[in-house]
Structures are given as C-alpha cells and as structure tokens.
C-alpha cells in the first residue's frame, strides 16, 4: 500500500543541523510531489516546503527559507529535508505528505519528532 | 502568509451536524479552487477527507461535506458520531507554489 515514513528525528543544540528522510514505498515516486508539514507541540499545522515531482522546484514557508533545503533521490523513493541553523521555535513533529502542485496532500508520514 | 482563520472549537450532540469555518482573504481561499480539509486524531497523522473545496476521496463518508463563499471555506459534518471527535485543518493553496493551514478547530461530541 501507499506509505510514506519519516525518520531523523532527534534532540539538537540550536545553530546545529539535522536531516530528516521520508521514504516512500508503494506508487511511483517520480510522478508526485512530496511536501513537509510541521506541527509544534500543541499548535496547528504548518506548511513547511515542497519539492516537484521531477525535483526541478522547490518552494518554502518564509520561516525556514535559506535555512533548510529539500531534495530527492527518486531512485531511492525518499526524500529529503536538511535542516539548517536550527532553532528554538523549529521544535514540531515533521511530516512528509504527497501531493503534486496545486494538489490536495493525499497520503501522510507519521512523523518524526524534531527538538532544539 | 498569515495562518487561515478558524474557530477554536466546535462541538454537536450525536446525530446532528456541526459546520467550521475558514475565513482566508482573496488572495488564497477566494482565489483559488484548492481549498482542503484534514482530520487529525490526538497523536495521529492529519488525513485528508475534503479537496478542490467541495470533493470528498474514497472512503470518506458523505457525513462530510465542503463548500465556499468568497473568502471562507466551511467543513460541515453531518450525523455526528463519537469518531468524529478530532481536530480539523483548512488548507488553501496561496499561490506562487505556497500554501497555507488553518488554526486548526477542536470538534467535540457531546
């Protein structure tokens, strides 16, 4: 079946790095975008990035722009988000969800848990 | 990009209905065809149940329904069932390949 899992998740200082990865399993990655979506503990959700389907665009929330970059290797069916310069208010659960441009985010990760 | 606007909570007694709305502004919701609507249980991954405003995937129950009014989306759940009880996201396409959720609206059955 169609499935998305994050992984990465960790405890970092602030100004430290972490990469999450979503791996994919069950459709054909190239034909799909793939976003991230975070939620901070007890807060709403909050559109992260989106990477196109044939990883030629990539877009972010002006909270994380020129901060973290997301890329793909769809040979490997995952996806990736390096976060940079993290800080306090990074701290959410991070999602990976599929969806193409414009699409609705039809299949969620279960998320991996981030804390700066 | 501002957060789309929803009420904080919601609540209906089983068997009735239960509407939550989401007022965004023209440059998102009223301009764009790409409203949807997530579900999320406590610690659970949100799933999708309404998109392209008014469409509902499959498996979803008719129970749930869309619909639009210039630059508010609303979620109405009919027939409340003890399941329905979760938190509710609005999402809109923002242009410019962003996109932005709602604050999210808590539905409790009575």
């Known amino acids: 079946q169609v499935q998305l899992v994050e992984s990465g998740g960790g405890e970092v200082q602030p100004g430290r790095s972490l990469r999450l990865s979503c791996a994919t399993s069950g459709f054909t990655l190239n034909n799909y975008g793939i976003h991230w979506v975070r939620q901070a503990p007890g807060k709403g959700l909050e559109w992260v990035s989106v990477i196109w389907y044939d990883g030629s665009n990539q877009y972010y929330a002006d909270s994380v722009k020129g901060r973290f970059t997301v890329s793909r290797y769809n040979s490997r069916s995952t996806v990736y988000l390096q976060m940079n310069s993290l800080r306090a208010e990074d701290t959410a659960v991070y999602y990976c969800?599929?969806?193409?441009?414009?699409?609705?985010?039809?299949?969620w990760g279960q998320g991996t848990t981030v804390t700066v | 990009q501002s957060a789309l606007t929803q009420p904080p909570s919601a609540s209906g007694s089983p068997r009735q209905a239960v509407t939550i709305s989401c007022t965004g502004t023209s440059s998102d919701i009223g301009a764009y065809n790409y409203v949807s609507w997530y579900q999320q249980h406590p610690g659970k991954a949100p799933k999708l149940i309404i998109y392209d405003v008014t469409k509902r995937p499959s498996g979803v129950p008719d129970r749930f329904s869309g619909s639009r009014s210039g630059n508010t989306a609303s979620l109405t759940v009919s027939r409340l069932q003890a399941e329905d009880e979760a938190d509710y996201y609005c999402?809109?396409?923002?242009?410019?390949?962003?996109?932005?959720f709602g604050t999210g609206t808590k539905v409790t059955v009575l």
């Open positions: 999402c809109s396409y923002a242009g410019s390949n962003n996109y932005v």
């Open positions: 969800a599929r969806g193409t441009v414009r699409a609705p985010l039809d299949v």
